[in-house]
């Protein structure tokens, strides 16, 4: 199993601590470091900054929102950072929720399969070089549309470095996770639990077999929030502000997957809880409704001491990248885990 960092996205890092630990965890040996995006933060400029601030390790766009942008815009955003980083790019996508997808970028959340499975094909085959056109449901290229003087084009320039560019999809339903399965080289889950690894990762298995795959044609790159501190409480407790606003607030009140995973987990007492304490504007009140074990199924809270028994679950698991967002002391968490990998 390797090891990657999230610097995640603000107001959860600043632009400062982002850069210190992207140069740490390259100086580290860690794998790969990912940038996430949301209604605040773009994705593709920090790549391109970080590009120029690391040396070797990967960088990845951990993701990069489906609803912000065309899949041909997406394709020449990978092929100049992919350019720029001299080949270290791994381009995660997801569709992100119907909140921020309506609510934020304008774009109804419909057919999530379909708009996804033609987007990866779209970015695919501008990144190939060839002239660009695509025939579907949700996008046509050229457009038939306007002045009706589009042609098929090809990108300009060099494009990737890469022969193939990995795409990993950040998805989470069954039927998502069985597409990812079909289509991408990563899948990269949220709030994924190690003792819950044969549920989670049988949607997959039945896509990579419908596909025609093997297991080792696709990266399990789960984003896992942890911290280390000398007592395993404080640990929990620097999580929690985290796992409640995942639980509170990415997502409406009877729409929202993390709280729906939580209670497949078995923990829907308290994540419903949470969830309600969060939506009546008690933050605090929410965090506290999680327990020690809600937190420890989703997370890696860990002791010195106990932190490579926790990696090991989630390498037994079946995991190839354990992706982590560090909280609490943030650079020891990274000395941590080069010390727990080394």
């Known amino acids: 199993m390797r090891w ?13 601590e982002q850069v210190a630990l992207a140069r740490r965890a ?37 993701i990069l929102q489906i609803p912000a942008r065309t899949p ?44 996804t499975r033609e987007y990866v094909e779209i970015v695919r085959a501008a990144l190939s070089g060839e002239r660009l056109t695509h025939a579907g449901r949700e996008w046509t290229i050229p457009t038939p549309h306007g002045r ?17 560019v ?8 069954p039927r998502t996770v069985a597409q990812c399965g079909e289509i991408a080289d990563g899948w ?8 819950h690894a044969d549920e989670l990762t049988a949607p997959l298995l ?9 297991r080792a044609d696709l990266t399990v790159a789960p984003m896992v929030p942890v911290a280390v501190e000398d007592d395993l409480d404080a640990a929990r407790d620097a999580l929690r502000p985290i796992v409640a606003f995942y639980l509170g607030a990415m997502g409406a009140k009877d729409a929202n997957f993390y709280v729906d995973l939580a209670v497949r987990y078995g923990h829907g007492a308290s994540a419903l809880a949470c969830q309600e304490r969060f939506l009546a504007g008690d933050r605090t009140g929410a965090a506290a409704a999680l327990t020690p074990q809600l937190i420890d199924t989703v997370t890696v809270a860990a002791t010195p001491s106990t932190l490579e ?3 090991g679950a989630f390498a037994d698991a079946g995991v190839d990248t354990l992706v982590a967002t560090p909280f609490g002391d943030r650079p020891a968490v990274l000395d941590a885990l080069a010390g727990a990998f080394a």
Do not use: C, H, N
């Open 4 to 16: 990657g960092v999230s610097v995640a996205y603000w107001p959860w890092f600043s632009w400062d």
């Open 26 to 62: 390259d100086a580290l040996g860690a794998d790969s470091v990912w940038v996430a995006e949301g209604y605040g933060q773009e994705a593709v400029a920090l790549l391109g900054a970080l590009s120029a601030l690391t040396e070797r390790v990967r960088l990845g766009s951990g």
């Open 72 to 115: 041909s815009a997406a394709a020449t955003a990978a092929a100049t950072l992919d350019r720029i980083s001299g080949g270290r790019l791994l381009l995660g996508l997801g569709l992100s929720g119907p909140q921020v997808s309506e609510g934020w970028y304008g774009v109804p959340f419909t057919a999530p399969l379909r708009r």
């Open 148 to 164: 009706g003087l589009g042609k098929p084009l090809k990108m300009l320039g060099p494009g990737a470095v890469q022969e193939r």
């Open 166 to 173: 990995p795409v990993y999809l950040g998805v989470g339903g």
């Open 188 to 195: 990269m889950p949220f709030l994924f639990s190690p003792e």
């Open 206 to 214: 039945e896509g990579i077999a419908t596909a025609g795959r093997q």
């Open 309 to 311: 028994k926790r990696l």
